[in-house]
């Protein structure tokens, strides 16, 4: 996690998925696209086809949260084959997860196209993952044209 008085970084996921690959140093934010991922382009499915593959017992449904046990997983990919959606990408999975060093901030922000730097708070674009890490990307229901207007929310809660 980032220091309260770091930095702020940005991770845009339209731009990430234009990269090739995952070079070193963005490799390392590996974890933290993982985590983005599974929070803003998974489908969060009812009945998770990659939760109910895993022979380990790797993945849990918590809610609408999907998280994945770095000692469980043995790297079998059955949940990549899994999902429908190809949310589950083996390039973002890091099994055996390290902490972001902070350190190599600076170089990572100058080094990395999908990664910048400034001032975020959440928006209907902008996930907040962590103290001072937020991810932007299109959410997949807003894709479809399926997410509730601000309008519909305030109907549905009546």
Not at 59 to 76: A, V
Not at 121 to 134: A, G
Request: aromatic content about 6%; glycine content about 4%.
């Amino acid at each position: 996690m980032l220091n309260v008085e770091s930095k702020m970084i940005l991770i845009d996921l339209d731009k990430f998925y234009e990269e090739k690959e995952l070079v070193a140093p963005c490799d390392e934010l590996k974890g933290m696209l993982e985590k983005a991922i599974r929070i803003v382009i998974c489908r969060h499915c009812e009945d998770a086809g990659c939760v109910s593959s895993c022979p380990q017992d790797a993945l849990k449904k918590d809610g609408e949260h999907l998280s994945r046990s770095n000692y469980l997983c043995t790297g079998c990919k059955t949940c990549i084959l899994a999902c429908p959606f190809g949310v589950n990408v083996d390039e973002i999975v890091e099994y055996k997860r390290k902490p972001l060093d902070i350190r190599s901030l600076d170089t990572i922000i100058k080094s990395c196209n999908f990664v910048m730097e400034g001032e975020f708070e959440e928006t209907e674009d902008i996930v907040k993952l962590e103290d001072n890490i937020f991810v932007k990307a299109v959410k997949w229901k807003k894709q479809l044209g399926i997410l509730n207007t601000p309008i519909e929310e305030k109907l549905n809660e009546r």
